[in-house]
């Protein structure tokens, strides 16, 4: 490299002191705007979970083989008039556990092992831009799951009820919140192995008998209450009123704004950053 | 600026689930246009220390002030004011080194040009592959690039040198040397004598938690009490054994035949001594060499340990 150039590096375009030239578009030191900082992070999380394969297989291969066998399998006939209007609300339902506590959980688990939540809280981004941040990729991973998931049941004769939409937005919304707190507290409480393990086990045994996919009312009567006051169970049976039935479930809204807050709250009580 | 920074950890479990004291009044200011050197065996509370400054622990007593501010409360305004290179890196295994290094920069508003950065500290030469398949010395390249890359008006380096290869341990010393050109207060830590020699403007000497010498490598060397050389040696015939009451407070020894070593605090007195004993025996050295103090019978001095 050139001299000049190695002055171009180590120049000191700082305040007053030198020519402004030095540095064209502004100051030394500064940082960029907040939301484009909380964004900018958001995408970058978005895209490392979606180049992960084991996410990408958690995030959309699975939730689409689970599609599959509920419309070819009699599982859901019991539920509803059709196979796949019972199945694809259970299955975006299991998407956002899927992205927002076991995927989401996992990175950020480890992330903490490797220090990356310590070096990043020391740039401008910061330890609330960094949670914001991911926030934003589960977001965004969810909303590319809503197409292709959602476009998959279309595709097998799903016909939404178009007057809940509204509602499972709010719920999905709200679902995403409670299980990415519930994530965050997990991978900020345990070790990366054990994060791993307790999400991925959670996963399935909620997907299993957490009301997600079955009905929590089509449980033993001595669990129904319990289940029903899971937030995979709120989800879930919330999902299906607003798009089997085109109704608002404002308990199943209730059940999840609570887990968000008592997650969040233990999560900022409890988190260790290293 | 540091003033009697105590930070316990714990509760321990192996302590009966008490505190302990890992900082016990540690005291320090870094200037800009300097290079601040904490020097200390592991263990002795540099990362510590850092890392209060840093505002990644809080302090249990005493007053830590980043630019004026709280660095525990800081601001993105003020974060961004701070580069930090820290001791494992935190870089995370799976993304690749440019994709990181962009990344870092667009959380600034003027970064430093990345592809710039990344030849001047040649990580473009391994920019493609994923970090955790990087050497050492290339992640300590990348970590320090990460601190430098938004343009800090203050960078802390924790270990820097720690894994570098003779060309990479250039490369970073000559960076060092330029922050420094540039104005920038930098503060790093090392437990390599040859570290804190080579780009000290004032040195902390950390033990035990505490800051227990400070000054310039001059200044510390140069103390008043214990001034003069440090190290006599001459050679002779081989096999000659000293008397163990002619120079009791000096360390002896014949590293190899006929070449013998005398280290400590010497005095004229002692080379008289030693000049009478050695015409009494009819012996003649063929050499004598003296060495002064060096920085690390400064911290043998205080800390009683040695460093490499």
């Known amino acids: ?274 | 600026m540091i003033e009697g920074l105590i930070k316990d950890f714990g509760p321990i479990g192996s302590l009966d689930g008490r505190m302990m004291r890992v900082l016990d009044g540690v005291s320090l200011s870094a200037e800009h246009g300097a290079v601040t050197v904490l020097l200390g065996a592991n263990g002795a509370g540099k990362t510590t220390t850092l890392e209060c400054a840093q505002g990644l622990q809080r302090a249990d007593a005493g007053t830590v002030r980043l630019l004026g501010e709280d660095p525990y409360r800081a601001t993105p305004r003020l974060r961004a004011r701070v580069g930090v290179m820290l001791q494992e890196g935190g870089l995370p295994p799976s993304v690749r080194p440019l994709a990181l290094l962009r990344h870092v920069a667009s959380m600034y508003r003027s970064p430093l040009p990345v592809d710039l950065l990344a030849e001047r500290l040649g990580i473009d030469e391994f920019g493609a592959v994923s970090i955790r398949r990087l050497s050492g010395g290339q992640r300590q390249r990348l970590a320090l690039a990460c601190a430098l890359v938004g343009r800090p008006d203050v960078v802390f380096l924790d270990e820097p040198s720690a894994g570098l290869d003779p060309q990479s341990r250039t490369i970073v010393f000559d960076l060092v040397n330029e922050l420094r050109a540039d104005g920038l207060a930098v503060v790093l830590t090392t437990h390599l004598l040859d570290d804190a020699q080579r780009l000290a403007d004032y040195v902390y000497i950390v033990d035990g938690g505490r800051t227990v010498a400070e000054g310039t490598v001059a200044e510390l060397t140069a103390d008043t009490d214990t001034a003069g050389p440090r190290e006599l040696s001459f050679e002779t015939i081989p096999g000659l054994a000293l008397p163990d009451d002619l120079l009791p407070h000096l360390q002896q020894s014949e590293p190899e035949p006929g070449r013998y070593v005398l280290r400590g605090s010497l005095t004229a007195r002692d080379v008289e001594l030693l000049a009478r004993w050695w015409a009494g025996r009819g012996v003649m050295p063929s050499a004598i060499s003296m060495a002064p103090r060096s920085l690390e019978d400064v911290f043998l001095d205080i800390s009683g340990r040695s460093l490499r």
């Open chain 1, 1 to 274: 490299m050139s001299p000049d150039k190695m002055g171009d590096l180590a120049s000191a375009p700082r305040g007053t002191a030198h020519p402004a030239s030095e540095t064209p578009g502004g100051q030394r030191g500064s940082a960029a705007a907040l939301g484009t900082r909380i964004l900018r992070h958001g995408a970058y999380e978005m895209l490392g979970m979606l180049r992960n394969g084991e996410q990408l297989v958690l995030a959309i291969v699975l939730p689409l083989l689970a599609l599959v066998a509920l419309v070819v399998t009699p599982v859901l006939d019991a539920y509803g008039p059709g196979r796949i209007d019972v199945a694809a609300p259970g299955v975006l339902a299991l998407c956002t556990m899927s992205t927002a506590f076991t995927g989401q959980g996992i990175a950020t688990g480890f992330d903490r092992r490797y220090g990356v939540l310590r070096f990043l809280s020391t740039t401008p981004l910061g330890r609330s831009g960094l949670i914001l941040g991911k926030a934003v990729a589960v977001a965004g991973v969810l909303t590319v799951q809503l197409l292709v998931v959602g476009g998959a049941a279309v595709l097998l004769g799903w016909s939404p009820d178009p007057g809940g939409i509204v509602a499972a937005a709010i719920l999905l919304l709200l679902g995403s919140a409670a299980f990415t707190a519930l994530g965050l507290l997990v991978a900020g409480t345990l070790r990366p192995e054990a994060t791993l393990a307790v999400t991925n086990l959670l996963w399935i045994l909620l997907a299993a008998a957490g009301g997600v996919i079955i009905p929590a009312q089509s449980l033993p009567e001595a669990v129904q209450t319990f289940v029903s006051a899971l937030p995979s169970a709120a989800l879930g049976d919330g999902l299906r009123s607003a798009l089997i039935e085109g109704a608002f479930d404002p308990l199943a809204c209730l059940v999840l704004l609570g887990w968000a807050a008592l997650a969040s709250l233990a999560a900022i009580r409890w988190f260790k950053w290293s």
